[in-house]
């Protein structure tokens, strides 16, 4: 059976490929060659193009595509209050590819108070008559990529004070994004994948956090972002292991984070990456509870081959030994686009995969 609220058995992340309109117009932009208003109207009209695109393909769901965001993370993360974006002397590494060298910064008290994503999603409401979704990183985005040194130790001496003011700040975004009309939103928390490497978990011990205690911290924050939800509000959280140009940081099967994530975490829907061998096997979802929903990331956003109905079949088949048809549905594994470089792939070969993504929905649930 289908589905009237999200997520949709058809869905997908959130990002869509830049149209080369607002890649030619962001650069110059950067090169002070136009200002921001001329940028905005070139923005405006492609995003109303890529929701009139997702509304005749069959998507329920609708975003803007990211297409006002450089980073799908470190555009909301900077304009938090207390927070600064500033160069780095590295950027992310992902396999054989890094991404610009910039990093937020906690300069000080942290806080959520006229941010500029409010009106993106009014914009993206206003413009289509499907239910508009809205995109955000989760709260441990601010931790995980940094750590402690991104921290200012004069403005927040212990950690619990940042972890607290930030899964505060997040209340109230919640809030806000609801006043506006939201009621599809999503946390894209890529941490708790990350949890599931060894290396990563590596990582973290080498700078000083404690891997073992990571996911239950990051699932307070969201467990207080998410305090007095409105019942009407539907939270999804997306999880990954990189998406970058696209390659990937990350390795390893859910299975050390299945627990908390289904159990610990106040959401409704998860978006889960399973296009890959890297992702490991269903067998996490049997912790999956009852009222919950996975979103099967299935079909690729790294590269434009279009994959066979048949082995979708197959796979989402293999998902129901350990989970009710009806608690599934179906996307990419990742967005088309996490950063305004976008994956390798065309946009023609994008779309393709949504529409085969939603043929298939008609096909499983009628």
Not at 160 to 170: I, N, Q, T, V
Not at 307 to 312: F, G, I, N, T, W
Not at 335 to 352: C, H, P, R, V, Y
Request: hydrophobic fraction near 35%.
């Amino acid at each position: 059976m289908q589905r009237s609220i999200p997520p949709f058995r058809a869905d997908h992340v959130g990002s869509l490929l830049r149209p080369r309109e607002v890649k030619v117009a962001r650069a110059k932009r950067d090169k002070g060659e136009t200002d921001t208003g001329e940028l905005k109207a070139i923005e405006d009209e492609a995003i109303r193009r890529l929701i009139k695109k997702q509304e005749e393909i069959g998507l329920s769901g609708i975003t803007d595509g990211e297409c006002r965001r450089s980073w799908w993370h470190y555009d909301f993360l900077g304009a938090l209050d207390g927070v600064q974006m500033v160069p780095v002397e590295h950027g992310i590494r992902f396999a054989g590819v890094e991404t610009k060298a910039e990093a937020p910064r906690v300069v000080g008290k942290i806080g959520f108070t006229d941010h500029p994503f409010i009106e993106h999603f009014k914009f993206l409401k206003a413009n289509t008559k499907k239910t508009p979704k809205m995109t955000i990183p989760g709260p441990s985005m601010l931790h995980y990529r940094g750590g402690r040194k991104m921290i200012n130790m004069g403005v927040y001496p212990q950690m619990e004070e940042f972890y607290a003011d930030l899964g505060a700040a997040y209340n109230k975004a919640v809030k806000a994004f609801y006043a506006a009309g939201c009621r599809y939103l999503q946390l894209d928390d890529i941490s708790f994948a990350y949890l599931c490497d060894p290396e990563q978990r590596k990582m973290l011990k080498e700078r000083g956090d404690d891997p073992e205690k990571q996911p239950a911290i990051y699932a307070g924050m969201v467990q207080e972002a998410l305090k007095d939800k409105p019942k009407d509000l539907v939270i999804s959280m997306h999880l990954c292991r990189g998406n970058f140009r696209s390659t990937f940081v990350a390795s390893g099967g859910y299975e050390p984070i299945a627990d908390t994530l289904f159990n610990a975490m106040p959401v409704d829907a998860y978006f889960m990456e399973w296009d890959t061998e890297r992702s490991g096997g269903f067998e996490p979802l049997r912790f999956l509870p009852k009222g919950k929903t996975v979103v099967l990331g299935l079909v690729t956003s790294k590269t434009g081959t279009l994959e066979r109905k048949a082995d979708l079949l197959h796979r989402i088949e293999e998902a129901q030994k350990y989970a009710a048809l009806d608690q599934l549905c179906l996307s990419p594994q990742c967005g088309f686009a996490s950063t305004e470089e976008g994956n390798m792939l065309a946009e023609d070969e994008q779309w393709k995969k949504l529409s085969l993504i939603v043929e298939i929905s008609k096909e499983v649930w009628g």
